[in-house]
């Protein structure tokens, strides 16, 4: 109970001093903006009306001269749009001569890397090892539904098969192994999503 009297004195104390906070500042702002020392504006008839009529200066008679002549010459101007009964004729290109026709060139020749009968050797085992493995992963794959992403890694699997039988045809071993590489990477891919 003596507390809660030491509480509500203390409150009515801090209201106290809030209000009277509040009465200092509206003393300061009414002291600062000058209202209280201002003077009312005193009506002036000088400011509201000019006692003197405004002084209109006589108007200046002077006699002016007649302007110059200048002479004008008329040039004709050009005639600018060109009236024309029938369309203008169609501007024709004439085909060149004809060329004798050359006979087609031979393809140009690969340049290919050396390499020794060995690594030609392994390289045609290689190749042979990865189309083979390749053809067993897209025969597993074969008969089961495939969504497009694994239809189109057969795609792929069989373009690079191709071009790697194309490059064992003419020779060129090293690009025969990494395609069929390639293909033999992507069919176990096939092979692993399915």
Same mark, same amino acid.
């Given at each position: 109970?003596?507390?809660?009297?030491?509480?509500?004195?203390?409150?009515? !104390?801090?209201?106290?001093? =809030?209000?009277?906070?509040?009465?200092?500042?509206?003393?300061?702002?009414?002291? &600062?903006?000058?209202?209280?020392?201002?003077?009312? @504006?005193?009506?002036?008839?000088?400011?509201?009306?000019?006692?003197?009529?405004?002084?209109?200066?006589?108007?200046? !008679? &002077?006699?002016?001269?007649?302007?110059?002549?200048?002479?004008?010459?008329?040039?004709?101007?050009?005639? @600018?749009?060109?009236?024309? =009964?029938?369309? *203008?004729?169609?501007?024709?290109?004439?085909?060149?001569?004809? $060329?004798?026709?050359?006979?087609?060139?031979?393809?140009?020749?690969?340049?290919?890397? $050396?390499?020794?009968?060995? $690594?030609?050797?392994?390289? %045609?085992? $290689? &190749?042979?090892?990865?189309?083979? &493995?390749?053809?067993?992963?897209?025969?597993?794959?074969?008969?089961?539904?495939?969504?497009? *992403?694994?239809?189109?890694?057969? =795609?792929?699997?069989?373009?690079?098969?191709?071009?790697? %039988?194309?490059?064992? %045809?003419?020779?060129?071993?090293?690009?025969?192994?990494?395609?069929?590489?390639?293909?033999?990477?992507?069919?176990?891919?096939?092979?692993? =999503?399915?």
């Amino acid at each position: 109970m003596m507390q809660r009297i030491v509480i509500g004195r203390k409150m009515d !104390a801090a209201r106290e001093r =809030s209000k009277k906070g509040l009465a200092l500042l509206c003393a300061a702002v009414l002291w &600062t903006s000058g209202c209280l020392f201002r003077q009312p @504006l005193r009506a002036s008839i000088a400011n509201k009306v000019s006692l003197r009529p405004p002084v209109v200066p006589a108007a200046v !008679a &002077t006699d002016l001269d007649a302007p110059p002549e200048i002479p004008v010459e008329v040039v004709a101007l050009p005639e @600018l749009v060109i009236m024309r =009964s029938a369309p *203008s004729r169609p501007h024709v290109v004439l085909a060149p001569a004809a $060329e004798p026709t050359k006979p087609e060139a031979e393809p140009e020749p690969r340049i290919a890397p $050396e390499i020794s009968t060995a $690594e030609v050797d392994a390289a %045609r085992a $290689e &190749t042979r090892s990865n189309l083979d &493995t390749m053809q067993k992963n897209l025969a597993l794959a074969s008969g089961k539904p495939l969504n497009a *992403s694994q239809q189109d890694l057969i =795609s792929k699997v069989r373009g690079f098969a191709k071009n790697a %039988r194309e490059a064992m %045809r003419s020779g060129d071993w090293v690009r025969a192994k990494n395609l069929s590489k390639k293909a033999e990477v992507l069919s176990e891919e096939l092979v692993d =999503s399915l």
